[in-house]
Structures are given as C-alpha cells and as structure tokens.
C-alpha cells in the first residue's frame, strides 16, 4: 500500500553528547508492488550505510517498493579524516612495489593523496552510535508509515468486504436460477418428443426421458462449485482484520474463485447464469486489482 513516513534520531557522540541538530532522518516512501523492491538513497561521504539501511527494510518489510531516503543534519558528518589502517596498507605496498622496481627511488607521501575512498567522515569512528541511532530513526520512520497504511488498509478492506457481499448476491442468484434450467430443459425434452412421436407415430419411453433429464440435471449442477466458492469467500474474509502480511493468501484465493466462477460459466447453459458469471468474473478481477495493493 502507499504512505510516507519520517523517523528522526539524535547522534550521540562520545561523552561530549550530540551536538546542536546533530541528528539522522530517514524518509520512506512506499508504493504498490507484487513483490518486495527497495531502494536506497544515503549521503554520499557514507555509502556503506546503504547496506545496513536495506538490511533493516528487508527485515521489516514484507511486500511493496519502498523508496529510503537517509539525511545527515548539523555537523553530524563531522571533519574528514585519514583512514589510517588504509594509508599505512597502501604505503606499505608501494614501498614493496619499490623495493622490487627501483629501491633507490623515494616514496613521497604525496601519493597517498590520489588514493580513493582514504579521507572519511570522522563519524565512521562512531560505528555502534551511528547504527544505533539509524535504526531508531528507521524505526521512527517505518511506524509513521505504518499508520499512514493503516488507515489505507481499513478502507480497502470495507472495499473488499462489499465486493465480497456483491460476489455472495450474484451466487443466490444462480443458485435460485439453476432449478428453472432444469425445468425449462424438461419442457424442451418433451416437446421434442412429442413432434417425434406425431412425426413418426413412435412411442416415446418415459423411462429414457427421465434419464435423459437427470443426466442433464448433474451435467449442469453447480452446487458444489458454489459451495467451495463460498469456502473461499469465507475463508478471504477471516484474513482482512489480521495484523500479519496477507496479500499473497488473498490473491491465491482469489485465483481459486475466479477457477470455480469458470467452471460455473462452463456448467450453467442458461443465459441468466452466464450474465450472473459474468459479473462474478468482473468483480473478482475488480478484487484482484485490490488485492495487488496488499501486504
């Protein structure tokens, strides 16, 4: 479902505290999706937070594309530093590079200054304050969003659960229209017979009509179709208050009512019921459509 939200959190640095405004915001922004699509947007000076911050949205996050944007305010990114560790590997390979190629040759430390990545925010030296501080703020964030959703969920299951009383009327329909095919074939069967006995002077066993009929009565019977479809119905409609993600559930139920509406179209041979089918097959892709916007 769509929403946005927004999570702040203070940087605690050290014993001297958080500076003044020193603080992360993470923004999400989520749309519809069949699956789960995350994207990542970080400061530039600490990419590396990109994989902690789709590390906590692939925990939490179940269904959806969901846009994370993270913001560094005040001087929380702090003066750039030497990555020590690094400058001492690097110079220690050239001084071996020299020492093979050329071991009168001097190694100026200038070189260090076209190695990339070797100046960092003095914030990655606050490894535990900074993770800690982005998963509140993701935290912040994610129950903002979730109650933006929620209100988007109550509304779609009222949507759902009246389409579902739709899905239950066009039922009573064809349920209350299948004895009058049965009916109706009968009277056909016996005016044909008739027209056969007064063309030919033949008499017309009773007994085989009577076959005929109930033949005709099971080919088209769809009670047990109509009743698995209102398994289904009941069954979607004990999912729609849960709390847990249910949109994949509902759209597998949906398929499956949209496979007994088709065998219900192929049994019917009544123009009333194939109206009714129609409309049923109508409002379960209506469902569909909503469902796709289900956790």
């Known amino acids: 479902m769509t929403g946005f939200g927004v999570g702040e959190s203070v940087l605690a640095r050290g014993e001297a505290g958080p500076a003044r405004g020193d603080k992360i915001t993470v923004e999400i922004r989520a749309v519809n999706h069949r699956f789960l699509d995350v994207r990542v947007r970080v400061p530039s000076q600490l990419p590396d937070l990109a994989s902690v911050v789709e590390a906590l949205a692939r925990e939490r996050l179940n269904r959806g594309r969901f846009d ?3 913001r560094l305010d005040g001087a929380v990114l702090g003066a750039m530093v030497i990555d020590q560790e690094r400058a001492r590997s690097v110079f220690a390979a050239l001084r071996s590079l020299r020492d093979e190629l050329a071991p009168d040759a001097d190694v100026p430390l200038t070189l260090l200054g076209a190695v990339p990545d070797l100046f960092v925010p003095s914030i ?4 535990r304050a900074l993770d800690a501080a982005l998963a509140s703020a993701f935290d912040g964030a994610l129950k903002s969003l979730d109650a933006m959703r929620v209100r988007e969920g109550m509304s ?3 949507d759902l659960v009246r389409r579902l009383g739709t899905i239950r009327r066009l039922m009573l329909a064809i349920t209350a229209r299948a004895p009058y095919v049965v009916e109706a ?3 056909r069967l016996k005016e ?8 030919a002077d033949v008499e017309i066993d009773a007994g085989r009509l009577e076959q005929e009929l109930a033949l005709f009565a099971d080919r088209i019977d ?5 009743t698995r479809l209102e398994s289904h119905c009941a069954h979607f409609e004990s999912l729609l208050p849960g709390v847990e993600a249910v949109g994949r559930r509902l759209d597998f139920l949906l398929q499956e009512m949209a496979r007994e509406a088709n065998t219900i179209g192929s049994k019917g041979q009544d123009v009333a019921i194939a ?3 129609v409309e049923l097959k ?5 469902m569909r459509e909503q469902v796709q916007n289900v956790e």
């Not at 990655?124 to 490894?127: F, I, K, T, Y």
């Open 282 to 286: 109508a409002e379960i892709e209506r």
């Open 185 to 187: 074939y009968k009277k």
């Open 68 to 70: 994370v944007n993270v």
């Open 124 to 127: 990655e030296r606050e490894g």
């Open 275 to 277: 109206h009714a089918v």
């Open 192 to 199: 044909r017979a008739e027209r056969l006995r007064a063309a």
């Open 222 to 226: 769809v009670a047990e179709e109509l």
């Open 156 to 158: 779609l299951a009222e």
